[in-house]
């Protein structure tokens, strides 16, 4: 059975990391991170397709790593330099259409709180 399940999340201070990971036994097409915070639109983070390209938003763009462990099935987001601005709940979902993906956050997500 095809499933996304995300941990990882957390509370840290502004300039911190946290490395987010997505189980992902059974997909085997592109997949994202997509983000929401309260009284937001849910947003596109970043793609990862399967020949390995990558995608991301102009807001996370040199702090934000996205990487597959295909051996684990697994797909990691590692953020770095993190911002107050960056806290929202992040979910992990497929990205057919990569970078033009339509924004999908429903589900369980995990979440991300950045402190000033």
């Known amino acids: 059975e095809e499933q996304l399940v995300e941990s990882g999340g957390g509370s840290v201070q502004a300039g911190g990391s946290l490395r987010l990971s997505c189980t992902a036994a059974?997909?085997?097409?592109?997949l994202g991170w997509y983000r929401q915070a309260p009284g937001n639109e849910c947003e596109l983070v970043s793609t990862?397709?399967?020949?390995?390209?990558?995608y991301y938003a102009d807001s996370v763009k040199g702090r934000f790593t996205i990487s597959p462990d295909n051996a684990q099935n697994m797909m990691y987001l590692q953020m770095n330099s993190l911002k107050p601005e960056d806290t929202a709940r992040y979910y992990c979902?497929?990205?057919?259409?990569?970078?033009?993906?339509?924004?999908?956050?429903w589900g369980q997500g995990t979440q991300v709180t950045v402190s000033s």
């Open positions: 979902a497929a990205a057919p259409d990569g970078p033009h993906s339509r924004p999908f956050c």
């Open positions: 059974g997909f085997t097409f592109d």
């Open positions: 990862l397709s399967t020949d390995g390209r990558t």
